[in-house]
């Protein structure tokens, strides 16, 4: 059974930082795309940051440019989201994906993690 594992979320201060990990049990992480997804309350769920599973080349939203970090760990065992110079607004729920299709579609999504809040707030 496929399952994916966050881990890492928390309360952190605005301009702190965070690190983000998703593991998988029942697949290994190196046969996806894998995804990084949030939604904040009353929002909508959206795309963060994805990493190819070909070439290890990165996406990421327009948001979060120059601020996060996707990457998979040496075994290929975890992904990671490094995410820096946090600010309130990016508090909400993290998602782990792993992806059909490559890129921040929320129809590209096969599989689901269950979610770790973040929260920026001083």
């Known amino acids: 059974q496929v399952h994916l594992v966050e881990s890492g979320g928390g309360l952190v201060q605005p301009g702190g930082s965070l690190r983000l990990s998703c593991a998988a049990s029942?697949?290994?992480?190196?046969?996806?795309?894998i995804g990084w997804f949030r939604q904040a309350p009353g929002k909508e769920r959206e795309g963060v940051s994805c990493?190819?599973?070909?070439?290890?080349?990165?996406t990421y939203a327009d948001s979060v440019k120059g601020r996060f970090t996707i990457s998979r760990g040496n075994a290929k065992a975890t992904v990671y989201l490094q995410m820096n110079s946090l600010k309130p607004e990016d508090t909400a729920v993290y998602y782990c994906?792993?992806?059909?299709?490559?890129?921040?579609?929320?129809?590209?999504?096969?599989?689901w993690g269950q979610g770790t809040q973040v929260t920026v707030s001083s």
């Open positions: 029942g697949f290994s992480l190196d046969y996806y795309d």
């Open positions: 990493i190819s599973r070909r070439d290890g080349s990165t």
């Open positions: 994906a792993a992806l059909w299709v490559e890129g921040l579609d929320l129809s590209n999504v096969g599989y």
